[in-house]
């Protein structure tokens, strides 16, 4: 298991831009594919980026391919998310995730962070 704990989250203007960090404690870090998913308001969790272990491949939802930039650096086992041209229906709670396992499900994912909130106003 890994302790994963998410920051950057706040309220931002539609069109603006957020960096969210998640910050991990395992040594192991490297070892993991690190997801990012957001659960928005009365939804389901979905996922928004992947990484692989290596940082050398990455992966994006459809909804937010081309203005989200997921990364990760192993020295401070810590991965981010760059948000970029932000809309309204980017509104949830942002979860960071880590697997073994290569994956868009929540359920591939073994350990989450308690998740942190991104508002953006229309």
């Known amino acids: 298991q890994v302790q994963l704990v998410e920051s950057g989250g706040g309220l931002v203007q539609t069109g603006g831009s957020l960096r969210l960090s998640c910050a991990a404690s395992?040594?192991?870090?490297?070892?993991?594919?690190m997801g990012w998913f957001r659960q928005p308001p009365g939804k389901a969790r979905e996922f928004v980026a992947v990484?692989?272990?290596?940082?050398?491949?990455?992966r994006y939802a459809d909804s937010v391919n081309g203005r989200f930039t997921i990364s990760r650096d192993n020295a401070k086992s810590t991965v981010y998310l760059q948000m970029n041209s932000l809309k309204f229906e980017d509104t949830a709670v942002y979860f960071c995730?880590?697997?073994?396992?290569?994956?868009?499900?929540?359920?591939?994912?073994?350990?989450w962070g308690q998740g942190t909130q991104v508002t953006v106003s229309s």
């Open positions: 395992a040594r192991a870090f490297t070892n993991y594919h």
């Open positions: 995730a880590a697997g073994s396992i290569l994956g868009t499900t929540p359920d591939m994912y073994h350990s």
């Open positions: 990484v692989t272990a290596s940082g050398g491949g990455t």
